[in-house]
């Protein structure tokens, strides 16, 4: 009966064109890889090699078994991985979102109905959330628009917008809204964790310089002492307040309003259906 090593180490010859580069990739002495090889013949009852003096190359055969190797070996890594997904998703719920608010808001759903299960989450961009949540990787993700894909269940999450906090003394502080190229060109302090609300800001305000804060208590403090403006959201104040000395202004553009949407596998749906009833009660 064939063994998974032996497979592995055809591939390796494959690789290096020669059983001594092979046998030194895959740790083995080059006669421990020649017995091995010779054993892969005896097994399969075929020769895989054509043998001459001081070299050796794959003949048809052997080319052939090469193929077959890389397609279970394949499945092999499949199987390995989707038996590792199936253990964690039953001891473990994975959410990726977008955007940090509807992320933390997940979270915090999650821990309350599943209070027996760990919750790991992360931002992602909006491609590698769907690829993620098809292969296993995350059983919610949150983006920021709706999917249609008859696998998912889809439902809206809500709005979140964004403002611009600005200090008293700014020229445009008394402004009742603002777009993104009235503080193109500025310096802005801006936190490093907000997921596609980076690429937005900095897709809109090309000409301003982005002071970015990776920790976040160095940025709530610089909030505080700093005069540079700097993003929140009408999520944000609802939760947090309003913060001292400042002036909130809305970004009236288009994109400063987001629409999220919560999906998850259709197949998934009844495990999760009151984190989802959650979403559209509070509509």
Excluded at 33 to 62: C, H, T, W, Y
Excluded at 115 to 133: A, V, W
């Amino acid at each position: 009966m064939l063994e998974i090593y032996q497979l592995e180490q055809l591939m390796a010859v494959a690789e290096y064109g020669t059983l001594s580069e092979a046998a030194q990739a895959v740790h083995l002495s080059q006669p421990s890889m020649s017995r091995s090889m010779k054993k892969l013949e005896d097994d399969l009852q075929v020769p895989l090699f054509d043998r001459r003096k001081n070299k050796i190359a794959l003949n048809e055969n052997g080319k052939l078994a090469v193929e077959h190797a890389k397609k279970v070996l394949d499945q092999l890594q499949q199987m390995e991985y989707h038996i590792r997904a199936f253990d964690r998703s039953r001891r473990t719920i994975s959410i990726g979102a977008c955007a940090p608010v509807p992320l933390v808001d997940g979270v915090e759903k999650l821990t309350g109905l599943f209070p027996t299960m760990s919750i790991c989450s992360e931002m992602q961009e909006k491609e590698h959330l769907i690829q993620g949540l098809k292969d296993g990787t995350y059983q919610i993700i949150i983006v920021a628009e709706p999917v249609e894909d008859s696998e998912l269940y889809c439902v809206k999450w809500g709005q979140e917008q964004i403002y611009f906090s600005l200090p008293p003394a700014h020229p445009l502080s008394g402004a009742s809204g603002l777009h993104f190229k009235d503080l193109d060109g500025e310096s802005i302090l801006l936190f490093s964790q907000i997921g596609f609300w980076q690429e937005i800001s900095r897709r809109n305000m090309p000409l301003s310089h982005f002071l970015m804060q990776q920790e976040w208590r160095d940025f709530k403090e610089l909030m505080r002492a700093s005069a540079l403006p700097f993003f929140t959201s009408d999520i944000i104040l609802q939760r947090d307040g309003r913060p001292e000395n400042r002036a909130i202004i809305p970004i009236l553009d288009q994109e400063a309003t987001a629409t999220f949407y919560c999906i998850c596998m259709k197949s998934q749906w009844s495990k999760f259906e009151k984190f989802f009833s959650s979403f559209q009660k509070q509509r």
